[in-house]
């Protein structure tokens, strides 16, 4: 199974910005699927979660700013981010929760003015 993140980019802070993740293999329907992030020097940490019924769980950071969501029929997770902050800044990638395979480049999200 392979996990490609996509959609990464530089926005101001304030805006939005939807990042994807496909998959190349049926892992999604049955899974837990959740998207992570890193940023420099810090640890990877799990921002949202989706079940595969479709109920959510955030982080405490991003709650009412971030909105995961999932298309089973083609292994895609998304994750709409909007009121970005500074401190969004990192690598996003998705995996299963817990994680189960490899990570893969993720998508680089950067908040800047």
């Known amino acids: 199974v392979q996990l490609q993140a996509s959609g990464g980019g530089l926005v101001q802070p304030g805006g939005s910005l939807s990042v994807s993740c496909a998959a190349s293999?049926?892992?999604?329907?049955?899974?837990?699927m959740g998207w992570y992030r890193q940023a420099p020097g810090k640890q990877r940490e799990l921002v949202a979660s989706?079940?595969?019924?479709?109920?959510?769980v955030y982080g405490e950071s991003v709650e009412g700013r971030f909105t995961i969501s999932r298309d089973n029929a083609i292994n895609t997770v998304y994750l709409q981010m909007n009121g970005l902050k500074a401190e969004d800044s990192a690598v996003y990638y998705c995996?299963?929760?817990?994680?189960?395979?490899?990570w893969g480049q993720g998508t680089l999200v950067t908040v800047s003015s």
């Open positions: 293999g049926r892992i999604f329907s049955i899974n837990i």
């Open positions: 995996n299963t929760v817990p994680p189960a395979y490899d």
């Open positions: 989706i079940l595969p019924r479709g109920s959510t």
